[in-house]
């Protein structure tokens, strides 16, 4: 006999014997609504956390301010942005002002992989005013580009990232 055969042998004996003889007919219905609802949940991140895998392949690309968007030789954080979701089909505007204007608006506590995240750092930061963004890589990390060391993963809820946040938006 096979291991298949013994299984559904062994399962039809222990269900007559407690007397739940529907649970065989509704075992296969159960697995395969699970396994459906597994991929919905799947398909539904995986656009975002293809951008963010997309994007750590320039780890550690130069950060320049103003940086071309015909180039991957060097970025700014915006011109990032519109790099690695413009391969998706997300072209996002130029500027991080601009892109925080566009999508929907998230909370912090419900960010995915792939939501845009912006800060108000620097010298031209007031508190208020949007000087950079980044993408939401999960796990309370974000992946951007500025200075040294240029495109790089840092903690969203450490240090200056947690004291400038302003908020977020999903494109995707």
Known sequence: MNKQLIQKVVTVGLCASIGFGGMIATSAQVTEASAANTQVATTSTTTGQKVVNYGKQYMGTPYKFGASTSTTRNFDCSSFM????????????????????????????????????????????????????????????????????GVTISNLNSGNWKRTYLKARRVL
């Open 82 to 149: 519109k790099h690695i979701f413009k391969k998706y089909g997300v072209n996002l505007p130029r500027t991080s002002v601009a892109q925080s204007k566009v999508g929907k608006a998230v909370s912090k506590a419900n960010l995915k992989p792939g939501d845009l995240v912006f800060f108000s750092s620097g010298s031209r930061a007031n508190g208020h005013n949007v000087t950079h963004v980044a993408v939401y890589a999960g796990n309370g990390k974000i992946l951007h580009t500025y200075g040294s060391p």
